[in-house]
């Protein structure tokens, strides 16, 4: 399938998408939305697709909303104001999710790397969210998902006061998970979801969901969903390999059955 602000690839397990309106930063317009959206349904479907990196096209991973195209009367609002949209569609997937921040990460882009089960940065990347100074707020879960990541107190500072900040103090504060050189971001994304094409896909999954659900549980619930998935991977041809291989001295192979 064709799309018009996208780029995919699938390589060895590897879905990279890239978000393709370079000449905007990546902004996100309705297109945009709609086609990430549809294309992440597609991937959650494909069984090929282990691991899924998210970047942008040129010089920014993604600006935020498309201000300019938001002002222009006759243009599609964008599908942000539903219960459920392509921001939770990204946090949902029952796969590992890498975002691989190539630069500016600003307003929704940066609500789109916090979807993302793990965010890997360019030295040059900054991140901000400032809706606060246009006189709004974030609108797609970074008032909910920022403080349950770097805690109440830091990401009330970073939403109040708007001001965006570089790799080396995301990382810092627990925003990212790693910071390279520009040259090495794609490289090391890719590393990074090789070796998890390598682990179990129905592990994965469940460690994603029992992380994730978890998150909005009391500890003994948690604790007690944790019990439920480890109990129904009991039962897959995967833990018999994973087992087989560590009796045998041979690395497993494992097929999401």
């Given at each position: 399938?064709?799309?018009?602000?996208?780029?995919?690839e699938?390589?060895?397990?590897?879905?990279?998408?890239?978000?393709?309106?370079?000449?905007?930063?990546?902004?996100?317009?309705?297109?945009?939305?709609?086609?990430?959206?549809?294309?992440m349904?597609?991937?959650?479907?494909?069984?090929?697709?282990?691991?899924?990196?998210?970047?942008?096209?040129?010089?920014?991973?993604?600006?935020?909303?498309?201000?300019?195209?938001?002002?222009?009367?006759?243009?599609?609002?964008?599908?942000?104001?539903?219960?459920?949209?392509?921001?939770?569609?990204?946090?949902?997937?029952?796969?590992?999710?890498?975002?691989?921040?190539?630069?500016?990460?600003?307003?929704?882009?940066?609500?789109?790397?916090?979807?993302?089960?793990?965010?890997?940065?360019?030295?040059?990347?900054?991140?901000?969210?400032?809706?606060?100074?246009?006189?709004?707020?974030?609108?797609?879960?970074?008032?909910?998902?920022?403080?349950r990541?770097?805690?109440?107190?830091?990401?009330?500072?970073?939403?109040?006061?708007?001001?965006?900040?570089?790799?080396?103090?995301?990382?810092?504060?627990?925003?990212?998970?790693k910071?390279?050189?520009?040259?090495?971001?794609?490289?090391?994304?890719?590393?990074?979801?090789?070796?998890?094409?390598?682990?179990?896909?129905?592990?994965?999954?469940?460690?994603?969901?029992?992380?994730?659900?978890?998150m909005?549980?009391?500890?003994?619930s948690?604790?007690?969903?944790?019990?439920k998935?480890?109990?129904?991977?009991?039962?897959?041809?995967?833990?018999?390999?994973?087992?087989?291989?560590?009796?045998?001295?041979?690395?497993?192979?494992?097929?999401?059955?």
């Amino acid at each position: 399938m064709a799309y018009e602000t996208l780029i995919y690839e699938k390589k060895e397990g590897i879905a990279t998408i890239t978000l393709n309106r370079p000449e905007r930063l990546n902004a996100i317009n309705y297109q945009l939305a709609v086609e990430l959206d549809g294309l992440m349904a597609e991937v959650e479907d494909d069984p090929e697709a282990r691991v899924v990196i998210l970047t942008g096209a040129g010089k920014g991973f993604c600006a935020g909303a498309d201000i300019k195209a938001m002002a222009d009367p006759s243009a599609k609002p964008l599908p942000v104001g539903r219960r459920y949209t392509f921001f939770n569609r990204i946090e949902d997937m029952g796969k590992p999710v890498i975002a691989a921040i190539n630069g500016a990460c600003n307003g929704g882009g940066l609500e789109i790397a916090l979807c993302c089960d793990f965010r890997i940065a360019s030295e040059e990347a900054t991140f901000g969210l400032g809706e606060v100074k246009l006189g709004v707020i974030p609108a797609a879960g970074g008032t909910a998902r920022l403080p349950r990541l770097i805690g109440i107190g830091l990401a009330k500072e970073f939403l109040y006061f708007g001001n965006r900040v570089g790799a080396q103090e995301a990382l810092r504060i627990g925003m990212i998970n790693k910071v390279v050189p520009p040259g090495e971001l794609l490289s090391e994304a890719n590393q990074w979801a090789a070796e998890l094409c390598e682990r179990p896909p129905l592990s994965l999954k469940a460690l994603k969901y029992c992380v994730n659900v978890g998150m909005q549980m009391d500890l003994a619930s948690a604790v007690e969903y944790e019990a439920k998935q480890a109990a129904i991977l009991t039962k897959t041809e995967d833990v018999m390999e994973g087992m087989m291989a560590f009796v045998e001295k041979r690395k497993p192979v494992f097929k999401g059955k």
